[in-house]
């Protein structure tokens, strides 16, 4: 195959390729090498590329493969680490002139674990300044952009992460979710993207925004991202918040869901939650997604969880966190921070103790509205986000289908789930007349990840999307 159809063939399928010597590790590191000098100029995916790390690894991959040690899941893979994440000996900037030429001394747990099973580190992907937003953006390396066209945003805050996958620059990638910043990215580049249970997948050092925080797969198909969160699923006892080990077999739940289909599960859809603004086309194209799901066996029915918005409660907790950790750079270095989270700094700086105090109990209060939804349900559907991808150069689009946006108006499906710890994963449903991706929403019970990825790999049987690429070549 050539070099283009080899960057564009599913991790699961390169793994096979690999341990069975049909192609070499080395081979593949230099194809994805090839592509990533060529096309991550266009769109600025990865901040950081680490080539000779990932040729010196490869050697390795290879040496082991041809001692007959071929046990490691990620045999000889590309996988990205979004630059929120720490890297051993690779800059990890978080997107922050305060950041730079900060080099950690050590990998977190999600790193470890990839070179544990052999995946191949290609380098660190682009964010926002710590995550903040939901377009990839900062003054460290510029913005990201949509390989489907670059003259929009390929969303945040895992935007690099996206942009890697939809334009075959890596098999894997390593993305983070604080409030739908792997799901939003995945919309709007065309990608599939998991935010797994809170605590499924161990976070080291703790995140700002505490419990809000996952780290989640990033990639092509769905039965690549169950291959990913076999690997870093588990727990580690430097997060207290991680989950005890288990024996889920997450590719085997694809294959359930692709042989057997979603017989006997129930399923809400919801286009709005019963407050979101939404474009029609969008509307439409996630409709037709959700009723889709009768044809898998599923039981569908419309319904809204009957919560409002919990923007207000959610952003004590998100905001008011990542401003504690700027804390003690401020007001001295002030003029180092991206001048919109500067304006949030100076909004949240004023909470009180009993603002924090009354966002526990709302939130307490949402999960009781929730979790009797689910009692009903096994899944909800939703648009992953109200619009296609909006232009570059803009924090977040003003407007939704002729509504005034304030806020966290423009992603009002996604960073609810965040409060709840649920699974929830983005899958591609579509494209808008512009030829733009448009994704769905699965959302499941909590700690059903196990029936997200069913569900989400029934789906992908039922209406593939893989074979879909941005023409960059």
Request: proline share 8%; hydrophobic share 40%; net charge negative.
């Amino acid at each position: 195959m050539n070099n283009t159809e080899l960057c564009y063939t599913p991790a699961t399928v390169l793994r096979e390729k690999i341990v069975t010597k049909e192609l070499s590790p080395v081979e593949v590191t230099e194809a994805f090498l090839e592509r990533i000098e060529r096309l991550n100029p266009v769109v600025n995916a990865y901040c950081t590329p680490t080539p000779e790390l990932a040729r010196a690894q490869a050697k390795q991959a290879e040496a082991a493969i041809m001692r007959g040690e071929t046990d490691g899941k990620l045999l000889g893979l590309p996988v990205s680490v979004k630059d929120l994440i720490i890297t051993k000996g690779i800059r990890t900037t978080r997107g922050s002139l305060l950041y730079a030429d900060f080099v950690p001394d050590e990998d977190a747990p999600v790193v470890e674990r990839v070179k544990a099973e052999g995946g191949i580190i290609f380098g660190k992907t682009n964010t926002p300044e710590l995550g903040w937003r939901g377009s990839t953006d900062n003054r460290v390396f510029g913005p990201t952009r949509n390989p489907w066209n670059l003259e929009r945003t390929a969303g945040g805050s895992s935007g690099g992460a996206s942009a890697q996958v939809a334009a075959g620059l890596g098999a894997l990638a390593l993305g983070t979710d604080g409030g739908g910043s792997v799901r939003i990215p995945a919309s709007f580049c065309g990608i599939f993207a998991l935010k797994p249970s809170v605590g499924r997948v161990p976070i080291y050092p703790p995140s700002a925004t505490g419990d809000l925080s996952h780290i989640g797969p990033m990639t092509r198909t769905v039965a690549d991202a169950a291959l990913l969160l076999q690997v870093l699923a588990g727990p580690d006892e430097r997060d207290r918040y991680s989950l005890p080990a288990d024996s889920t077999d997450y590719l085997a739940a694809c294959d359930l869901g692709v042989k057997q289909g979603l017989k006997g599960l129930r399923v809400a859809w919801s286009g709005t939650l019963g407050y979101a603004p939404i474009e029609p086309e969008v509307l439409e194209l996630t409709r037709k997604a959700a009723q889709r799901f009768t044809e898998l066996g599923a039981e569908v029915e419309e319904a809204d969880p009957g919560f409002e918005s919990p923007a207000s409660f959610f952003n004590v907790f998100f905001y008011a966190g990542i401003i504690a950790a700027l804390h003690s750079y401020l007001p001295e270095k002030a003029e180092l921070l991206d001048p919109g989270l500067r304006q949030v700094a100076e909004r949240v700086q004023n909470l009180s103790g009993r603002d924090y105090g009354e966002a526990l109990i709302a939130r307490q209060g949402f999960w009781d509205v929730v979790h009797r939804f689910f009692s009903k349900y096994d899944l909800l559907l939703t648009p992953t986000l109200p619009q296609p991808a909006f232009e570059l150069g803009i924090v977040a689009p003003s407007h939704v289908a002729g509504k005034k946006l304030e806020g966290l108006d423009w992603t009002p499906f996604t960073y609810p789930f965040n409060l709840t710890g649920q699974p929830a994963a983005s899958v591609p449903c579509g494209f808008t007349q512009d030829g733009l991706p448009v994704g769905l929403q699965i959302v499941g019970r909590r700690f059903a990840d196990a029936t997200v990825l069913r569900a989400s790999a029934a789906f992908e049987q039922l209406q593939p999307w893989a074979q879909y690429r941005p023409k960059l070549d």
